[in-house]
């Protein structure tokens, strides 16, 4: 089983669509957590952290579930630009702190 | 600006070539990491640095070896290289620390081994 897993994809959305991505890890000891975004032949970038509380950062949700131990995204009102891939990243405390990416989730939002 | 440079965006090299690939970084991080990202498997951890002359396996080393001689470049050699090493390279820096690290990634070395 993978330490952290996505669903590919692709999410095909029209614009203006409400999208949510799940990601699950298997590491009870897992102790931060980050969405990054990874344009097409680009390098990733964070997109933000995921707090135990939630977060949001404009269109943008992020929420934690330790008990059943998986992070979500919520995009809302989709943009042509918000087309990407977007990658679940988990640092594991017990593992000198290395993060663990999940394979990403391909997001494409058409007009 | 936080700057990671790789030096070259595309390679071909073929089998056996012994490969170098280099990696810049101008922000002062400790800790340097070279991934492999390939279709359906994700990113990969091949090694990474928490200082200089420092190294450590990550996930798949195997083929691969890295030098770190100065704190702001982290160079991955590919021995011998091989087909199956055909990849996107990504190198990546963050700041010291075990947790709540933001690694700032390279653009990315494309190489193909024929």
């Known amino acids: 089983r993978k330490e952290v897993e996505q669903d590919p994809g692709p999410f095909n959305v029209p614009e203006g669509a409400t999208v949510a991505f799940n990601c699950t890890y298997s590491?009870?000891?897992?102790?931060?957590f980050f969405w990054y975004r990874q344009d097409c032949r680009k390098e990733p970038k964070l997109l933000m952290s995921?707090?135990?509380s939630g977060n949001e950062d404009g269109r943008f949700t992020a929420q934690l579930n330790r008990a059943s131990q998986y992070i979500s995204l919520l995009i809302r009102d989709s943009k042509l630009s918000d087309s990407a891939t977007y990658l679940c990243?988990?640092?594991?405390?017990?593992?000198?702190?290395?993060?663990?990416f999940g394979q990403g989730t391909e997001l494409s939002v058409k007009p | 600006d936080v700057k990671v440079t790789q030096s070259s965006r595309y390679l071909v090299k073929r089998t056996g070539e012994k490969v170098f690939l280099e990696c810049v970084q101008d922000?002062?991080?400790?800790?340097m990491f070279w991934y492999r990202q390939d279709p359906g498997l994700g990113l990969r951890l091949i090694y990474f640095?928490?200082?200089?002359?420092?190294?450590e396996k990550g996930d798949i080393p195997e083929g691969y070896s890295v030098s770190r001689e100065k704190k702001e470049r982290f160079s991955l050699i590919l021995e011998s290289a091989s087909t199956n090493q055909t990849s996107m390279y990504l190198c990546?820096?963050?700041?010291?620390?075990?947790?709540?690290?933001?690694?700032?990634f390279g653009a990315g070395t494309r190489l193909s081994v024929l």
């Open positions: 990546a820096s963050s700041l010291r620390g075990t947790t709540g690290n933001i690694q700032y």
């Open positions: 590491n009870s000891a897992s102790q931060s």
């Open positions: 995921v707090y135990s």
């Open positions: 990243v988990v640092i594991i405390y017990n593992q000198g702190g290395k993060l663990i």
């Open positions: 922000m002062d991080h400790e800790n």
């Open positions: 640095s928490y200082d200089v002359k420092m190294k």
